[in-house]
């Protein structure tokens, strides 16, 4: 569906014990986008990435310019970002892949009954986005 890979080949540097991967090529590194640590629950923003998967850019924009959901921003302004890392038109890029994982989890506390504490996870969420171009047919 795509020209673009999913998984590039990787390069593989060592130095003082440490090893470090890097992407190879140009072009594999312009249609991605990252969110780190955004400030809700990977579950939650799950709900929205699915609605976007696989859309094309424009139609995606537009699905989340409607929808009443807090995170419909933050994911706009990704795939605007990533579209531009693209370079060109938006028109004729999909959404090959969004994924949200988890990210660091705050944790809290809350008095309750008879002196004890009830904990309270605040999850944050990583979110990467891929776009591919589409075939011109």
Not at 110 to 123: D, L
């Amino acid at each position: 569906k795509s020209s673009v890979l999913l998984a590039p080949p990787l390069l593989r540097s060592r130095s003082l014990g440490q090893t470090f991967y890097f992407w190879v090529g140009f072009a594999y590194a312009t249609m991605r986008a990252f969110l780190k640590n955004y400030n809700q629950s990977p579950r939650k923003v799950r709900l929205v990435a699915d609605l976007v998967r696989g859309k094309s850019v424009p139609a995606a924009l537009a699905r989340l310019a409607l929808l009443g959901k807090r995170v419909s921003d933050p994911i706009a302004k990704l795939l605007r970002s990533a579209s531009a890392n693209a370079g060109g038109s938006p028109d004729n890029l999909f959404v090959q892949s969004i994924r949200v994982d988890k990210g660091i989890v705050l944790k809290r506390i809350m008095p309750r009954a008879r002196g004890v504490a009830g904990r309270i996870n605040k999850r944050r969420s990583h979110i990467s986005v891929v776009l591919g171009k589409q075939n011109e047919s």
